[in-house]
Nanobody, 120 residues
Framework: QVQLVESGGGSVQAGGSLRLSCAASGTIFTINVMGWYRQAPGKQRELVAT???????NYVDSVKGRFTISRDNTKNTVFLQMNSLKPEDTAVYYC??????????????WGQGTQVTVSS
């Protein structure tokens, strides 16, 4: 069982910043990709950002230039630095990690979710 623990959410005013963290623990052989998703009230969950094992990143258009995804491989932790926050960024943010436990078993784990609220 690979578990993810998220932290860093909170309430900020528009233009502010938050830094989300997600630490993976358990039996992990390799991590192939880490990502952040979010779900706003009344909306479908959407992919926000991903980072692959080689360091390649991808972002949804609405956060490009404002959000930065990064990782600390020694701690199996992924971060999401969120700057210039807007009210439309308000959502529950979930981290996702995909990889291999060993040569025979892969995993696809999700964090518990952390609330981000941006007010005007």
């Amino acid at each position: 069982q690979v578990q993810l623990v998220e932290s860093g959410g909170g309430s900020v005013q528009a233009g502010g910043s938050l830094r989300l963290s997600c630490a993976a623990s358990g039996t992990i052989f390799t991590i192939n990709v880490m990502g952040w998703y979010r779900q706003a009230p009344g909306k479908q969950r959407e992919l926000v950002a991903t980072i692959k094992s080689g360091g390649n990143t991808n972002y949804v258009d609405s956060v490009k230039g404002r959000f930065t995804i990064s990782r600390d491989n020694t701690k199996n932790t992924v971060f999401l630095q969120m700057n210039s926050l807007k009210p439309e960024d308000t959502a529950v943010y979930y981290c996702n990690v995909i990889g291999w436990k060993n040569s025979f078993a892969n995993f696809d784990s999700w964090g518990q979710g952390t609330q981000v609220t941006v007010s005007s």
